[in-house]
């Protein structure tokens, strides 16, 4: 498949496999980040998703992820080749008991997380930078012009959102062709093998991209889909490894999720590929775009990720996987 997709009306050519960044400072820094990163630019890689939260739930450093990519695109002088996302917004994290529906997006909010994203990552300007959660309470419009303000001001290129629903991205989109605004280029939400049959996750706030969402990225090419938590928790991997009894406790653990288990397995003798390279390839079998975010633990785990796009997985075995008897 192709190498790059072009965001449309933007100036942004993205690989089609985001590298997600929310282990870094915890599972790897230093050494270990710099070939995490190098690796994923020599697959010719160019997309690297942060969040200014990550990962404040673990005590000890605040925003140690974009600290841990600030450091790689200080010693490596690769700025200029990459796309990098950021987030902003999110609730706090920090101490014994967080509240995920305490909001935390007033402009001011914005204005410290990007002022303080920008000087963790050690650059002038972030390329995508995201609503990391919606505030219902706000409007549309303030949100927007906020986002308007910091490309006025030359801190971002562009902006997404992530975690929002159907109504407000629709209400986005239209106060941005009234105002002749470019808009969201991008929506991170939850899409993956195993959302069909998963049980909801313990945090409500996230949003899926299923009905009504679904809908709105198959007639709306403009906002590109970024799925995250693409890899299932590891489900479909620990299947593999441990069978049924593995995966007990998992919220992806359900009868369907077992079927869909079993049926993978079998794409990965039929290709001769990787648990990772089937459960990714369904991204690319989508009626809309999707640029999955993928967060390795090791410079193998990138090459067998990007390793993906040279798989010819066709949209009949995904529709296979996913059938119900």
């Known amino acids: 498949m192709e190498k790059r997709i072009l965001i449309p009306n933007t100036e942004l050519s993205v690989y089609p496999i985001g590298l997600g960044t929310v282990d870094a400072g915890l599972c790897w820094d230093g ?3 710099d070939r995490i990163f190098d690796t994923y630019l020599a697959q010719g890689g160019n997309m690297i ?13 605040k925003a140690r992820a974009e600290r841990v990519l600030g450091d790689w ?4 002088g690769k700025r200029n080749e990459v796309i990098i996302i950021t987030k902003g ?4 994290m920090t101490g014994e008991n967080p509240d995920t529906h305490k909001s935390r997006m007033t402009h001011a909010d914005m204005v410290q997380d990007l002022d303080e994203s920008l000087k963790q990552l050690r650059t002038e300007h972030i390329d995508i930078y995201f609503y990391h959660r919606d505030n219902r309470e706000q409007s549309v419009e303030e949100e927007i012009e906020t986002m308007e303000e ?8 562009y902006y997404g959102c992530s975690n929002w629903d159907v109504d407000r991205m629709k209400a986005a989109d239209t106060y941005c062709k009234v105002k002749g605004y470019r808009g969201f280029v991008a929506d991170q939400s939850l899409l993956n093998l195993g959302m069909k049959y998963m049980n909801p996750l313990e945090d409500d706030t996230l949003r899926y991209t299923k009905g009504d969402a679904f809908e709105y990225h198959v007639m709306t090419p403009t906002n590109l889909e970024m799925p995250y938590m693409g890899n299932c928790s590891g489900f479909f991997h620990i299947f593999d490894k441990e069978g049924e ?7 992806y653990y359900t009868p369907g999720n077992v079927r869909v288990a079993r049926r993978v ?19 690319f079998h989508q009626p809309f775009i999707c640029v999955p975010l993928y967060g390795p633990a ?20 995904y529709q296979y996987v996913l059938k119900d008897n």
């Open 31 to 33: 050494a270990d980040a």
């Open 49 to 61: 998703d942060c969040a200014h939260v990550y990962s404040d739930w673990v005590s000890g450093e």
């Open 73 to 76: 695109l200080t010693r490596s």
């Open 89 to 92: 917004g999110h609730p706090d």
């Open 150 to 157: 910091f490309v006025k001001a030359g801190k971002i290129r």
């Open 245 to 251: 009894e593995g995966v007990k406790g998992n919220p």
């Open 265 to 283: 397995k079998e794409l990965k003798e039929k290709y001769g590929c990787t648990i990772t390279q089937v459960v990714l390839g369904f991204f």
């Open 298 to 317: 090791c410079p193998e785990h990138v090459e067998d990720a990007c390793k993906t796009l040279e798989v010819p997985f066709t949209a009949e075995d």
